[in-house]
């Protein structure tokens, strides 16, 4: 029997935890028990959790519950978090890949001590000089990888060519039939643009561009994010932040206005009736609980970050994202994609 | 009676021009003429100019041609059209604002050329140490101006600065009867986030911040760009032109899909006949013809870019942009506000 998956959950982390991160957990095991080849491990308040479980009729088959203390609350900063922080959830949740076998570590706690927790305990990869917080993106094609969102605001070239191999290798973990194509995020796509990093990046990226590793397509503009072509985007996490929030925006605007038209009067209530399982089907397209979970790459150790406002459903997706990239063997892929960098 | 405000327009730049470019000035005219209070100046070959106003029965009595002899071609690169640029309608319609006393410049053409021309032609203002382009935004409680969208990748706390003042200038003679509210585009809203420029910029405008000139709002976030809080929304070139084209993409990959989905079969086909005009009126409010129109700042006069791409009813919201900035007193905004700094 080959080793199961160990997925380390921080039972306490985000808006009503642990109540929807054990609905979610439940979600998770409807619909992947029968492959028993998982454990999941949570930490938390283990009289709290217990109940959950119980009230929710869940097997114990597959879970293995750790009892914690504390809880990182919203209002710690890392300074008082770290201070105070070997009996929380989060901490032990991260620990347990140090010294419990876990092989990732699932959260939707503060995600500013995440991260700094996460890189104390996990520490940065030898190979890596930055790591990097990966998103899912919806597009034409079905899911692109976007990093880095925001753990870096600053990046020279080397971090760049670093975000590309570490993205590739996330890419082709959660997606094996598919191969990455990488596009650089820029204001042009003509290979005279952008800054002195980003035409560094460019050159090195040329050369490392092959069939088995990743496919560089070149600079990518903002409008071409959600085509699909490059399913690997890669950029600064100030970029990537901005973009990512601008497209949540956007999103949000355009959806709440739909919405007050097709609800302003009789009429279009009417016209819901006919449109209803078109526009079920829609907003299931964009729901952004299917994309719920960033990926901090280049720690000795995968940690997934939930969004903390996210339900049950969104918590499931985060579950199942942790147990693809583990399935996908994340972190061979990634040594395999950065071995590349030496020659 | 007061001087008459006098659009110079590029009568051959963009698709279809000039046809589209009449057609929009067509538009124009029937919902401005009764104002008396312009004229504008066309400049081109002649010949099609006058065909196409006598194939439109345009009166003019608004309208002054300038013939010139050569076109700037979207092949042509800033140092290509500077050699042979001086026949152009381009150059000449920017010209037309040191030699032929007009006010502001329009073109649809060649943006790469235009900008480079314009700075060529105009200079850049003795107060201002880089020229920026400003852009319109829908938002929740109407329209906000973005800057800078691209003309300067890299920028320092003086040119955010400069910005502010000259994005409030733009956005109160648009909105004579709004207050400009300034919001910094950054990864996040605490004070203590973002790069060394932000936070000096940050503190200097909150210096600035008052009543009659502009209110600073502090940071903003991508997510927060629609609600319209902040209305005058400041960044760097690189990070102004990634969010635009995001939020393009976005709302052309949601709308696309949406369109799909009520479009899919017979029971939605029969949706749409109840909710037409209120998918109607939704599509009119993000109507991107609506926000046609690049404002190039800090240059001794304003030149306005069109895209190239857009059609009569985009040319002619171009035109109204041009005519409102004019009445609204730009230059005299922009030179006001720049004054406080040197306090």
């Given at each position: ?28 095991l ?15 308040d ?36 770290v ?42 990869m ?92 070149g ?11 490059s ?19 956007t ?38 609980r ?40 994340l ?13």
């Open positions: 029997m080959t080793k199961k998956i160990t997925i380390a959950i921080d039972a306490m982390g985000g808006e009503n935890a642990p109540k929807k991160n054990i609905e979610g957990l439940k979600i998770f409807d619909n992947n028990s029968i492959n028993k080849d998982f454990i999941i491990h949570l930490f938390g283990e009289k709290i959790i217990n109940e959950e479980i119980s009230k929710l009729g869940i097997s114990k088959e597959f879970i293995k519950v750790f009892h914690t203390k504390d809880i990182v609350s919203d209002e710690d900063t890392p300074l008082t978090a201070k105070n922080s070997k009996n929380t959830s989060m901490w032990n949740c991260i620990d347990a890949q140090i010294n419990g076998h876990a092989d990732i570590s699932l959260s939707a706690g503060n995600t500013g001590v995440l991260l700094v927790i996460s890189r104390m305990i996990l520490k940065t030898k190979e890596v000089s930055k790591p990097a917080l990966a998103g899912l993106w919806p597009s034409e094609k079905g899911m692109s990888v976007v990093l880095d969102l925001g753990a870096n605001i600053e990046c020279d070239e080397k971090n760049l060519i670093d975000f590309s191999e570490m993205g590739a290798a996330l890419y082709k973990s959660i997606f094996p039939e598919q191969k990455p194509h990488i596009g650089l995020l820029n204001i042009g796509s003509e290979e005279i643009k952008g800054t002195e990093t980003l035409k560094k990046a460019y050159s090195k990226l040329k050369q490392l561009s092959n069939e088995n590793n990743f496919v560089f397509n600079y990518i503009e903002g409008n071409k994010l959600m085509e699909g072509k399913n690997v985007i890669v950029t600064d996490g100030f970029t990537g932040n901005i973009a990512l929030k601008t497209a949540e925006g999103a949000k605007f355009i959806t709440d206005n739909l919405k007050k038209s097709l609800t302003e009067n009789m009429l279009t209530k009417i016209s819901l009736i006919f449109s209803y399982f078109s526009l079920k089907k829609f907003k299931s397209k964009l729901d952004p299917k994309y719920n979970g960033a990926i901090f790459l280049g720690l000795n150790g995968p940690v997934v970050k939930s969004h903390g406002g996210t339900d049950s459903i969104g918590f499931y997706h985060s579950i199942t994202l942790c147990y693809k990239i583990i399935k996908g063997n972190m061979n892929q990634i040594k395999s994609n950065l071995s590349h960098l030496d020659v």
